[in-house]
């Protein structure tokens, strides 16, 4: 759950102001725009007392119509000190916030793989852009309108003061009853509106997972079923929206009513004073002019309090994200030998949620052996390998690549030295350098070129546009399947790893572009240990040794050879059946 929600705006400052550091000069501009603004807002009423005292005087017309160029000037010269503080206090917050989605998008990205298994993509980006913002939104408007509204507040009180000293007292007096009582309920919608949120990311979630299995829904007549649970979300997002909205309504419905006595009053003062004796006609409206004045910033400041419950569910949620801490301790400072690398399985049991995946696998690979692993879904070949990676952490046992157990490893050494090619090749909206790198600007254009020649990608790359500067599109719209798996066998070559697995990349190519891949693999797996996840059993021609997982255990281990000459193994026995289907 968010953090208790009394402190948002203490909460919101401090996650901010080091975001803010680096525009320090751009604020300074922003601080100097809102109290020339200001300024101006104050002497406005000034020049309007001046005119209305002069025109009752019978002024001369001179006068007014000075007086009057100077109300429009002043007015002109406002509004375009206001539009550059609003654009200057924009720019600050979207820079800011931007760099926070950075940094929660980065610490995702390091978090365990038990953590990304139980949340959709669709809720986390609700959680890394949606949240954020909120928090943009808010700090756009509210350094501009909270900042500007409290100053020009408190010069309007001091105005009234040097006015009439007990129409600035009791205008005092109501402002800060004003803003006590409004202050009271500020927190009034923060658990509304973090349920709100909460809803539209399970909105996301539920329909972003069901847009990318929409094949397997139709093939199985399961519209109706999937449309009743997404009314079912959006009735959740509707309802819990609702109440949200009318409990940070109920603060504006209160400072209407509240402001409705507070003209009463300055009316009431205005009217006593003038017929005293005690002011003109000029400085009753001056009254009533500071008053409609203090009604804006006030209602600023209530609207914004209602960005900051907003706000303040964002927080919480982007506090509960920023702790989460990984469950796979990165302390290791061992580094691998380059080269091929050999690989241990000791005894490694692994369980999620509770549940037995791999039971006491024990194996070892000599330095440049390439393993098949084959076994039905579920069987725990997907899951062995990512144990290599340290997505998860083996419940016991030990794993070694190179000889050193891989907890002493740091991750960043153990995901440079293991590659990996899957199925489906993941693009990003960048351009082909970036794409091949990883956004990495260290790796050198000649190797890059270098690697896309050694892949036969040469008349390809000349045929682009832009070169390496070419954009790609999210996805790998735009390039042949055959094309992006050459993409995702690059990105391991420039890695130059020491272990290379291998999930069936070639099993959605048409066979002319599968027998290209062949060659490929020939040379990614030349001087390195390989080990090949395999759902077709043409795959593991090529390996040295295999095992078959059933259930989470190693069901048979030997060589390919061994294990095919021997008519009781059972790797012979689904050669045989794969024989006989064919």
């Not at 950075?102 to 978090?111: F, I, S, V, Y």
């Not at 303040?312 to 949620?317: L, T, Y």
């Not at 599109?473 to 890695?495: D, H, N, P, T, W």
Request: glycine fraction near 8%.
């Amino acid at each position: 759950m968010s953090r208790p929600a009394a402190t948002p705006l203490r909460r919101y400052s401090a996650l901010l102001l080091r975001y803010l550091r680096p525009q320090w000069q751009k604020a300074a501009l922003m601080t100097v725009l809102i109290i020339s603004s200001i300024g101006l807002q104050l002497l406005v009423p000034q020049i309007l007392r001046f005119f209305i005292d002069t025109a009752v005087a019978n002024g001369a017309l001179e006068v007014l119509l000075r007086t009057a160029l100077l109300f429009l000037g002043v007015a002109l010269v406002n509004q375009l000190l206001g539009a550059a503080a609003t654009y200057t206090g924009a720019d600050v917050g979207w820079t800011a916030t931007n760099a926070m989605r950075r940094d929660l998008a980065l610490h995702c990205l390091k978090l365990d793989m038990s953590f990304h298994t139980a949340r959709t993509p669709g809720e986390l980006i609700e959680r890394i852009d949606g949240d954020v913002t909120a928090l943009s939104n808010f700090f756009s408007q509210f350094s501009v309108q909270v900042l500007g509204s409290a100053l020009l507040l408190v010069g309007i009180l001091v105005m009234l003061w040097l006015e009439q000293p007990w129409v600035g007292l009791a205008l005092t007096i109501f402002t800060a009853l004003v803003l006590l009582t409004l202050g009271r309920l500020r927190d009034v919608a923060v658990p509304a509106t973090t349920e709100e949120r909460e809803a539209h990311a399970k909105l996301f979630g539920f329909i972003e997972e069901r847009l990318a299995g929409i094949d397997d829904i139709r093939a199985n007549g399961a519209g109706p079923y999937v449309m009743q649970r997404l009314v079912t979300a959006m009735r959740e997002v509707f309802f819990k929206g609702r109440r949200a909205w009318l409990k940070r309504s109920s603060i504006w419905l209160l400072s209407m009513g509240l402001f409705a006595v507070g003209y009463v009053l300055t009316l009431g003062l205005g009217v006593y004073f003038f017929q005293a004796g005690a002011i003109t006609l000029g400085t009753a409206y001056l009254f009533f002019q500071y008053m409609a004045m203090l009604e804006a910033p006030i209602e600023q400041i209530t609207q914004q309090m209602q960005e900051l419950q907003k706000a303040g569910a964002g927080i919480g949620r982007i506090d509960e994200l920023l702790s989460l801490r990984s469950q796979l301790a990165d302390g290791g400072t061992s580094r691998l030998p380059s080269g091929a690398l050999p690989v241990t399985f000791d005894r490694v049991g692994f369980s999620y949620q509770e549940q037995p995946v791999l039971r006491d696998i024990s194996f070892h690979l000599a330095p440049g052996t390439t393993l098949g692993l084959l076994g039905r879904t579920g069987s725990g070949k997907t899951t062995l390998t990512r144990l290599l990676f340290r997505l998860y952490e083996a419940s016991s046992g030990e794993i070694r690549l190179g000889g050193i157990p891989i907890r002493e490893l740091a991750l960043s050494d153990l995901h440079r030295q293991v590659g990996l090619v899957t199925q489906e090749v993941q693009l990003f909206h960048a351009s082909l350098r970036d794409n091949l790198t990883f956004f990495d600007q260290s790796v050198p254009d000649e190797r890059i070129l270098a690697v896309l020649h050694e892949l036969g990608l040469g008349a390809w790359l000349a045929a682009l546009p832009q070169g390496l500067d070419t954009p790609l599109a999210a996805g790998g719209s735009g390039i042949s399947a055959g094309e992006a798996q050459l993409l995702a066998f690059a990105r391991v070559f420039l890695k130059d790893p020491g272990l290379v697995i291998l999930d069936e990349p070639s099993s959605r190519l048409d066979p002319a572009t599968e027998a290209r891949l062949e060659q490929v693999v020939s040379k990614l797996l030349r001087g390195r240990t390989a080990i090949i996840i395999a759902h077709r059993l043409s795959t593991v021609e090529r390996v040295d040794e295999i095992i078959i997982l059933a259930e989470g255990r190693m069901l048979e281990r030997g060589s390919r050879a061994e294990l095919a000459a021997r008519p009781t193994s059972h790797f012979y026995q689904l050669r045989d059946q794969a024989v006989v289907t064919a």
